[in-house]
């Protein structure tokens, strides 16, 4: 962080970089002069500290040991350096970092926002029967084989359709046709997700057609339930549910999805029961999880000349603030995510340019994020923490010495019926541009319509400073093309698969309805491929003012794609009609690579931009779908290659705090960290990051800081998980080799016994290496008793491993797969 705004560390750690135009210069010594004031600074002094001529060559991360730090403090640094021939550098220029709120009595405010009534709307399933092909009691047993489903229905010639949604899922894996265009596909029956099929349907005959595959290395139960609800304009509706009329064969065939196919042989389907039976129970479909953003604001009397003025705000789950009219700072997405159970994250602003002798008006929108789930119940149980709030505090410094400040309470004026109608991560915004609050962020507004905000209560969490990077827009595209592949759906190529968002520019009549969806790739007819989105449904929509030009981009959303279709645009747009915002954590790029090779160099770059579009407050898995967790399987030992592009110390250092957050008392971990879906499976190699990232840290930036700080948490993990132990093997691997290359295309996973690695050898490798570097860590904090214990439980599994996997004929571990010979 470089001269950071409210950082809360007692004991911040300072570094510098040296420059010389000769050869060969080491640093051989320092000094650190820190000040409260500029003028001291200027003249040599460090009333904060002055660390004297301190013989070493560490340049990077020395710890702050001048005299206790205040809340709100403002410290100003400079070094020194000598080099070893004794010749002294010329002092630094000045760097400064003021301190955030200390204290939970620092914050004189309340928690403010609106709570609303959560409702529990019928599925769409409720209608639907679980069905399959006859053979025993399917619901129990039946084969784990493939089987095809068939249902022809009719749609009035004279109606148009408005939507239609199909809901299907399958125990266990399912692929959905209608009209020979592909709407979805799954391998979850504990969730359907909507999926669009207006543009599949058609006036008269359609065909329903779905592969169902019961996997499993034996029989298991099995079925199929789903529904496709059709709405006419005239606001009537039909649906299509699942039930003992579809036709179903055992019989594998290529065609199984043409219309023209005649299946008049084919079996009427079983039926097995109606929705919410077992074992399957509630199935999450489409969840209404959209909320309007909250628009807070306030105004105030600044009666004398401000010297200084400092916002610490924290909005939950995402935020703007804005000043007089003017939005502060140029993050995004702001705070970043955390397990607020534990810890909310509040940001810092110098305000002091924005605000006037006289009147003033503060402006916050309060957008959802995580903390208002963007889904609880599909794909997975997902953690949802309560509605948008905020916690505020202005401190605002007079020229006379004097201050006042400025809080979040029941003198704040609230709205819901602003412009932004809804924000999701997974679905998007809609904005609907006829409901623009004109001057809603200055003073003088009339805000007599608007309420006043509920006391709520907080997260749980404490609230400490974000000391990490901000997501920013960090770059921007021009599309390199734009195709009218439908009539009236235009579909952009950014030219790159990247995560953000698109800035709109149209003109058009007032009420036009805009939308704009987000994909990876296209389908063979130059449409939008969304089947891998699931649930997603990364639209954004805009509702045109009228009138003078308008311009439009997301506040609360993001989305991972290369194509941008748009639909209900007012004529004809061009490429200047878009245009890509690049966004992500802020991490200082620090290295780059270039060969005389193409083909390489555009696989690196394949890499930097799949790391920078999973940076989002954690490295997460995916920025596209109904997903975006931080699995912590997938950056074990990627999170050492990253480090050569970009500087990601602060990132990992804030989400190793946020796995330990996580751990329970027992020091089990979550697979996923922060636990939004909290997946506490007791499998070795995907909490093994929270042991070998503190080693990456050390090694790649000289920081044993994570080392020390999580060491007791890591302590319990090793012994949790030892209680697994048979006869010094580890059995527990949840996860496999995932995802090794199967056998064909079309799957997943792979069922060929030769590609699979043993779940026992993967746990206890990876086990043994966790024991090693914990003696490691042991040993480097003085704990040698700790690392004795590690090293002899690693040789005594070290040895039950060769006995067992070893084979001294092939000279390979078990099956010899790829992954068995790099794990040992």
């Known amino acids: 962080l470089v001269d950071p705004l409210g950082i809360d560390s007692a004991h911040p750690r300072l570094s510098w ?16 002069l820190v000040a409260d004031s500029e003028d001291l600074l200027a003249q040599d002094t460090g009333n904060l500290w002055d660390s004297g001529r301190v013989e070493s060559n560490q340049s990077a991360l020395v710890p702050y040991a001048g005299a206790t730090l ?3 403090q403002r410290c100003y ?3 020194r350096v000598w080099d070893a021939s004794g010749d002294v550098s010329e002092w630094s220029p000045v760097a400064r970092w003021t301190m955030g709120l200390l204290e939970p009595v620092d914050w004189t405010g309340t928690w403010i926002g609106l709570d609303e009534e959560d409702a529990s709307p019928e599925s769409p399933l409720d209608h639907a029967r679980w069905i399959w092909f006859p053979e025993g009691s399917p619901a129990q047993s039946a084969p784990a084989e493939t089987r095809f489903f068939r249902k022809t229905f009719e749609l009035p010639e004279d109606k148009a359709v408005a939507k239609a949604t199909a809901y299907f899922t399958a125990d266990n894996r399912f692929v959905l046709m209608i009209n020979e265009r592909r709407m979805a596909s799954g391998s979850s029956f504990n969730a359907a997700p909507p999926a669009d099929a207006t543009r599949a349907v058609k006036p008269g005959a359609n065909v329903i057609a779905v592969e169902a595959e019961n996997l499993g290395d034996a029989p298991n139960p099995a079925g199929l339930i789903g529904v496709l609800v059709v709405e006419f304009e005239d606001g009537e509706q039909l649906t299509v549910a699942t039930d003992d009329t579809w036709r179903v064969t055992a019989d594998s065939q290529a065609d199984w999805y043409y219309p023209a196919l005649d299946v008049s042989a084919w079996q009427r389907a079983m039926d097995l029961g109606d929705y919410g039976m077992g074992p399957w129970g509630e199935i999450a479909t489409e969840e209404s999880r959209r909320l309007s953003a909250r628009y807070l604001r306030r105004e105030f009397q600044a009666e004398k000349p401000v010297s200084r003025a400092t916002a610490h705000v924290c909005g939950l789950g995402l935020f703007e603030l804005y000043v007089n009219g003017t939005k502060i700072g140029d993050d995004v997405l702001v705070p970043a995510l955390t397990d607020y159970t534990k810890r909310a994250f509040y940001l810092t602003y110098d305000v002091t340019e924005a605000l006037d002798q006289g009147e003033n008006a503060l402006g916050v929108i309060l957008g959802n994020g995580r903390y208002y789930a963007p889904r609880t119940k599909s794909p997975t149980h997902t953690l949802t923490y309560g509605y948008p709030k905020l916690m505020f505090n202005l401190r605002v410094e007079y020229a006379d010495g004097t201050f006042e400040d400025i809080d979040s309470d029941g003198a704040w004026k609230l709205t819901t019926e602003g412009p932004l109608r809804e924000n999701n991560e997974y679905d998007g915004e809609v904005y609907d541009a006829r409901m623009e609050l004109t001057g809603w962020d200055m003073p003088g507004y009339d805000d007599s319509g608007w309420r006043a905000p509920e006391v709520v209560e907080g997260p749980e969490g404490e609230l400490t400073a974000q000391m990490t990077p901000p997501i920013r827009i960090t770059e921007t595209r021009r599309p390199i093309s734009v195709n009218e592949v439908e009539p009236g759906v235009f579909i952009f190529d950014m030219g790159q698969n990247m995560v953000g968002w698109c800035r709109l520019k149209v003109q058009g009549p007032r009420g036009t309805v805009l939308r704009m969806r987000h994909a990876e790739t296209l389908k063979d007819d130059g449409t939008l491929y969304m089947a891998n989105l699931r649930g997603a449904k990364c639209t954004n929509t805009y509702i045109l003012r009228g009138g003078e030009p308008e311009s439009y981009e997301p506040r609360f959303v993001f989305h991972g794609f290369r194509y941008a279709e748009i639909t209900g645009y007012p004529g004809t747009p061009d490429l200047d009609t878009l245009v890509g915002c690049v966004v992500h954590d802020d991490l200082e790029r620090v290295g780059y690579f270039e060969t005389s090779h193409p083909l390489l160099n555009q696989l690196h770059e394949n890499i ?4 920078r579009g999973n940076y989002r407050s954690f490295p997460t898995d995916c920025p596209q779908r109904d997903e975006r967790q931080a699995w912590l399987g997938d950056r074990s030992e990627v999170c050492r290659g990253e480090s050569y592009v970009r500087n990601i110390a602060p990132l990992y250092t804030k989400w190793l705090q946020d796995i330990e957050d996580g751990q329970r008392q027992s020091g089990s971990i979550s697979d996923v960290s922060p636990p939004y879906w909290p997946l506490y499976n007791d499998n070795v190699t995907w909490p093994s990051t929270f042991i070998i990232a503190p080693g990456m840290l050390h090694d790649q930036y000289g920081d044993a800081g994570p080392i020390e700080t999580h060491y007791d948490a890591r302590v319990r993990w090793i012994d949790h998980m030892s209680g697994y132990i048979e006869d010094e093997l580890m ?37 043994i290496y966790d024991l090693t570097l914990m003696a490691r860590y042991a040993r480097m904090l003085g704990k040698d008793a700790d690392a004795a214990r590690f090293e002899a439980l690693a ?8 006995e067992k996997f070893f084979d001294p004929e092939t000279q390979l571990y078990d099956n010899g797969t790829q992954t068995s010979s790099v794990l040992t």
């Open 17 to 32: 970089r040296l420059e010389s135009s000769g050869r060969g210069v080491m640093q051989a010594a320092y000094q650190v």
């Open 70 to 72: 205040a809340s709100r």
């Open 77 to 79: 640094w400079k070094v």
């Open 608 to 611: 930097v931009w799949g790391f």
């Open 731 to 767: 059995p527990r691997d949840t996860y496999g080799d995932w995802c090794v290359p199967p056998e064909s295309k079309e799957l997943i996973h792979s069922q060929d016994p030769s590609r699979k690695t043993s779940g026992t050898l993967l746990g206890t490798s990876y086990f």
């Open 795 to 802: 040789e005594r599994m070290e040895k039950a491993f060769n």
